[in-house]
C-alpha cells in the first residue's frame, strides 16, 4: 500500500509538518523563513565542518565543566567496587583521546602517559591534561579532513573519531555521576545541568555569560 493519504482524504499534518520558523522574510504561503542566503552560508562544506568541531567543542565543555564540579576529597570514589575512581575515569579519557591520534594522525600527536587508568586527584593537572587531548584531537580531524586523507588505524571517516569519542565520553560522565550519587553526594539537577545539559543548546556566548555568572572560568581558546 502506497504511503500517503487515500483517495478524496485531506492529509493530517504530523509532527513533521509543524515547522516553526524564525521572524524573516515571508513565504508566499505566510511563513515567516530565515533568509535563504544565511542559510546556504551556515551549510557550506566549511560551515558544516565547523559545526562539527564546535560538538567536540562542547563535549570537551561538558568533561571540563564536570571536572571543575566533582569535590576535592571525592575523586578516589568509584560506581562500584571493581569500577575506577573518578580521577581514573578523567585520566582515562586523556589516555585515550592522545593514543588514538598517535595512531591515526601521528603528525599531530602529543606525549602519551604512562598509565591509562592513573588515579589521581589533582583537578589542576587533569584539566590542562584534558585541554591538550581536546585540541589534539580537534587538530588531528580537521587536518586530515582539509587534506583529503583517511585516518592511518581507525574509521571510515575522520569524523566517525569525534562521534566515538562523544559517546566514550558521555558514557564515562555518566559513570561519574553514579559514583557520586552511590556515595550520597549527588549533583543537584539544577546546578550541574546549566555545566552538562545545557551546554549543547546554549549559543556559545550565552554559555561564556553563564559560566562567568557561576563564578568559573572560561575554557581557554581552541586552537
Not at 478524496?8 to 522574510?25: F, K, L, N
Not at 560522565?173 to 551546554?199: C, H, M, N, S, Y
Request: aromatic fraction near 6%.
Amino acid at each position: 500500500m502506497p504511503w500517503g493519504p487515500r483517495s478524496g482524504e485531506t492529509p493530517r499534518r504530523g509532527r513533521r509538518d509543524r515547522v516553526m520558523h524564525p521572524p524573516g522574510r515571508t513565504s508566499r504561503g505566510g511563513h515567516d523563513l530565515r533568509d535563504t542566503r544565511v542559510m546556504s552560508e551556515m551549510m557550506t562544506a566549511d560551515a558544516l565542518l565547523e559545526a562539527l568541531l564546535d560538538s567536540w567543542d562542547r563535549n570537551h565543555a561538558i568533561t571540563v565543566n564536570l571536572l571543575r564540579a566533582v569535590p576535592p576529597d571525592a575523586f578516589e570514589l568509584r560506581a562500584a567496587p571493581d569500577s575506577p575512581t573518578i580521577g581514573g575515569l578523567f585520566a582515562h579519557m586523556h589516555y585515550c583521546r592522545l593514543v588514538f591520534v598517535h595512531e591515526d594522525a601521528p603528525e599531530h600527536a602529543r606525549p602519551v602517559p604512562d598509565g591509562e587508568w592513573r588515579a589521581t586527584a589533582d583537578a589542576a593537572a587533569l584539566e590542562a591534561a584534558l585541554h591538550e587531548s581536546a585540541a589534539a584531537m580537534r587538530a588531528a580531524v580537521r587536518g586530515r579532513i582539509l587534506e583529503n586523507r583517511p585516518f592511518d588505524a581507525h574509521y571510515d571517516h575522520p569524523l566517525l573519531m569525534l562521534q566515538h569519542f562523544i559517546w566514550h565520553e558521555g558514557y564515562h560522565q555518566g559513570q561519574i555521576k553514579i559514583a557520586l550519587k552511590q556515595a550520597g553526594r549527588a549533583f543537584d539537577d539544577e546546578a550541574i545541568g546549566p555545566l552538562t545539559w545545557d551546554v549543547w543548546m546554549d549559543k556559545a556566548d550565552d554559555h561564556r555569560r553563564r559560566l562567568a555568572a557561576l563564578g568559573l572560568p572560561p575554557q581557554p581558546p581552541r586552537t
